[in-house]
C-alpha cells in the first residue's frame, strides 16, 4: 500500500492572527480554523459554538404530514412506524414511535429482518401490515425508492408517509405520498441523517397539537447515537445536533442506553462521539446483522432495568459473535483481493460469507487499499453485496453505470447495497472495475493526509490539547485535527498492549511529549533519535483519575526540509509529497 500524501493548505499568518486577536485562541487553532475554510473570525465563532439549529417548518410540505399525523392520532387509528435494521433505522423507529405516544396515539413498530424481509420497504411487508390493522405507515430511513410498494399500501387502503434521507430512484420517479426529506424539502441542513429527519418531524407534530418541542430534547441521545453511526458531514445543523445529543446521553434515563453503556465499558461523564461510533453503535447494528433485528429496538424502548440488562448482554455477545466473523472474513477477502493483483476496483465474492457483516469488512479493506470494495455473500441462486468507497469515487453512480448487472442497489456515494444473480457476479465486477478506470485518476488513488497546523513540541501541552476540544464532535467533514510536529525524533519505544501498540516520547524543541501509535505490532515508522515529520492527533488522556497530554501519532517521515522551511511550506505551498518509512 502506498504511503499517504501529506498535504498542507495555504495558511495566510495575517488570517491566522485575526482569529488569535479577535477569538483569543492559540497560533495552533487559528491555523486549524483558516486551514478549515474559517478565516471570517463570525464564521469561526459560529462554527466553535455549534450552535446552528432551523425550524422543522423548513420542510417544505410537512404540513401535509403533520395534518395526516394528527388526524389518525385523533381518531385512534393504527400507526405503524417502519424502519430499518441499522442504528440510524432503529434510533428514527424510536423516536417517531416515542413522540407519537406521548400524544396518545396507537403506535406499533415494525423493523424489517435482514435476511428473511431484506432492505427497505417491500409490497410483502405492506400486505402484512394492512392484514394486522394498519391506517397509517410512516416510513423511517427508507422507502424513497419503494415507489411500487407505497402504491401497494395506497390500494390496500392505508395512507402512507415517508420519511427518508437516501437518494431517489435514477428514474426520477417518487412515491406518491406526503414526503419529509432533507433534500427533497429544501431543508437547510441536507444532510441530516433518518433520526434527525424523524425528530423534527415529531417535533412539527407537537407544535400542531400546542405541545413544546423542546420536551422531545431528551431524545437527542438517540439522534447523536445516530447521526454518528450513519456517518454523516459533522458540520452545520448535524454538530449541533450531536453536542447536545452527547449532553442528553450523559444523563440519559432510558434503561437500555443505560445497560448499554455499561456493557461496553463506557462512562457517562466521559462519553464522546469515539463512544457512540466504536463501542454503542456496534452493539444496536449486531442486532440486525446477526440475529433478530428488533432487539435493538426493544432495548431502547423498554421501560424496565432488569430487560433492559438482559438485552444489553445478548447484543453484545453478538457483537463479539460479530467481530469473530469478520476477522475471518476480511482474512479470506484479503486472499483473494491479492489474486485480482493491482486494480481501480474490487469486488469480492464468496460462498459462507455473513451478508451481515461484509459491509464492514469492505470498509475496512476500502480504507487499507484505498480503493472502491464490494464484497457479495453468496448463497442460493445469487448475492447480496455490501460496498464501501474513497473520497474521489461516487459509488452509487458507479452502481448505477452497472445496473444491467444488478438485481437491486441502492445507497449514497460512499455506501451501497446490492443483490445480484450469480453468473452475473464476474461481469458486474469487469463493468464496475471499468467505470472506476474512467473515473478515478492517479492521485484518487493515494490516501492524503491532510495537515491542519504545524507545531513546535513547546506547544503540546494541556492547554492546546483542551483547547482543541472545542471543534469536536468530530467526525466526516469535521475529521479528528491532524497536528504536524516539526523538528521532531521519537525516542523510549517499549511495546504496549500485548505487542499489538507502540507508547513512545516525542523530542520536539527541547520539549518531550507522551505519544503512542496503535496497531504497529509495537514498532515505530522511524529510527530512534531520527529527524522526523510526524502527524499526530492530540489528545487529553484521562487514566486513573489523572489527566495529562498525548499524542496518537497518524503518519511520520524522514525530515527532508530544513526546519524553519516546514513553516513556510505551509503557507506557500497547497501540497508536500512525502514517503513513510517502511
Not at 460496498?387 to 449514497?412: M, Q, T, V, Y
Request: glycine residues 10%; hydrophobic residues 45%.
Amino acid at each position: 500500500m502506498q504511503a499517504p500524501r501529506f498535504e498542507i493548505p495555504a495558511c495566510p499568518a495575517a488570517d491566522v492572527q485575526r482569529l488569535v486577536r479577535d477569538l483569543r485562541v492559540s497560533g495552533a487553532l487559528g491555523q486549524v480554523l483558516v486551514r478549515r475554510g474559517l478565516s471570517d473570525p463570525g464564521r469561526a465563532q459560529a462554527f466553535l459554538a455549534a450552535s446552528e439549529e432551523h425550524s422543522a417548518s423548513a420542510f417544505d410540505g410537512i404540513d401535509e404530514a403533520v395534518t395526516l399525523v394528527l388526524e389518525h392520532v385523533r381518531d385512534a387509528q393504527r400507526i405503524t412506524v417502519h424502519g430499518d435494521y441499522d442504528v440510524d433505522g432503529v434510533c428514527s423507529t424510536a423516536v417517531l414511535a416515542r413522540a407519537l405516544r406521548r400524544l396518545g396515539g396507537d403506535v406499533d413498530t415494525f423493523i424489517p429482518d435482514r435476511a428473511g424481509d431484506g432492505y427497505g420497504l417491500s409490497e410483502d411487508t405492506v400486505r402484512r401490515l394492512a392484514a394486522r390493522g394498519t391506517r397509517l405507515l410512516i416510513t423511517v430511513d427508507c422507502a424513497i425508492t419503494a415507489v411500487e410498494a407505497v402504491d401497494a399500501a395506497t390500494q390496500l387502503g392505508m395512507r402512507i408517509i415517508v420519511t427518508d434521507h437516501h437518494a431517489p430512484r435514477d428514474d426520477g420517479m417518487l412515491p406518491r405520498a406526503p414526503i419529509v426529506h432533507p433534500v427533497l424539502c429544501g431543508y437547510p441542513c441536507a444532510d441530516l441523517c433518518a433520526t434527525a429527519v424523524a425528530y423534527k418531524l415529531a417535533q412539527a407534530v407537537w407544535h400542531g397539537v400546542g405541545r413544546d418541542a423542546r420536551e422531545l430534547s431528551e431524545d437527542l441521545d438517540l439522534v447523536a447515537l445516530a447521526t454518528v453511526a450513519d456517518a454523516v458531514p459533522l458540520v452545520g445543523e448535524n454538530r449541533s445536533l450531536v453536542r447536545r445529543g452527547l449532553q442528553a446521553l450523559a444523563a440519559t434515563r432510558k434503561p437500555g442506553l443505560q445497560a448499554l453503556m455499561s456493557v461496553a465499558g463506557v462512562s457517562p461523564g466521559a462519553i464522546g462521539e469515539r463512544s457512540l461510533g466504536f463501542a454503542l453503535a456496534p452493539r444496536l447494528n449486531a442486532a440486525g446483522r446477526l440475529h433478530r433485528a428488533d432487539a435493538a429496538l426493544e432495548l431502547i424502548l423498554t421501560d424496565s432495568q432488569a430487560r433492559a440488562c438482559e438485552v444489553a448482554a445478548e447484543l453484545d455477545r453478538a457483537n463479539c459473535e460479530r467481530r469473530q466473523l469478520e476477522r475471518r472474513i476480511l482474512f479470506q477477502a484479503e486472499a483473494k483481493l491479492a489474486e485480482q493483483g493491482e486494480r481501480m476496483a474490487y469486488v469480492l465474492a464468496a460462498e459462507g460469507w455473513h451478508a451481515g457483516v461484509i459491509g464492514i469488512v469492505a470498509s475496512r479493506l476500502s480504507e487499507r487499499h484505498h480503493r472502491p470494495v464490494v464484497l457479495i455473500a453468496l448463497g442460493e441462486g445469487g448475492g447480496k453485496g455490501s460496498g464501501r468507497s474513497i473520497e474521489g469515487f461516487d459509488l452509487l453512480a458507479g452502481l448505477s453505470a452497472c445496473a444491467e448487472h444488478l438485481l437491486r442497489f441502492g445507497g449514497h456515494r460512499a455506501a451501497a447495497g446490492i443483490e445480484i444473480e450469480r453468473d452475473r457476479v464476474e461481469p458486474f465486477a469487469a463493468a464496475l472495475c471499468a467505470h472506476a478506470e474512467h473515473a478515478l485518476a492517479a492521485a484518487d488513488m493515494v490516501a492524503v493526509e491532510r495537515v491542519d497546523a504545524v507545531v513546535g513540541g513547546d506547544e503540546l501541552g494541556m492547554e492546546l490539547a483542551e483547547e482543541l476540544r472545542s471543534l469536536a464532535p468530530f467526525g466526516r467533514a469535521n475529521p479528528a485535527v491532524s497536528l504536524m510536529v516539526s523538528e521532531a525524533s521519537f525516542h523510549d519505544c517499549r511495546p504496549m498492549g500485548e505487542g499489538k501498540h507502540a507508547r513512545f516520547s516525542v523530542h520536539s524543541r527541547g520539549s518531550r511529549t507522551r505519544a503512542v501509535a496503535f496497531g504497529t505490532g509495537g514498532r515505530l515508522p522511524a529510527h530512534e533519535g531520527v529527524p522526523v515529520q510526524a502527524t499526530f492527533a492530540l489528545e487529553v488522556n484521562e487514566w486513573a483519575g489523572m489527566a495529562e497530554p498525548r499524542l496518537v501519532l497518524r503518519h511520520a517521515c524522514p525530515a527532508p526540509l530544513e526546519p524553519a522551511a516546514i513553516g513556510a511550506a505551509a503557507e506557500q505551498q497547497d501540497e508536500l509529497v512525502l514517503f513513510a518509512l517502511p
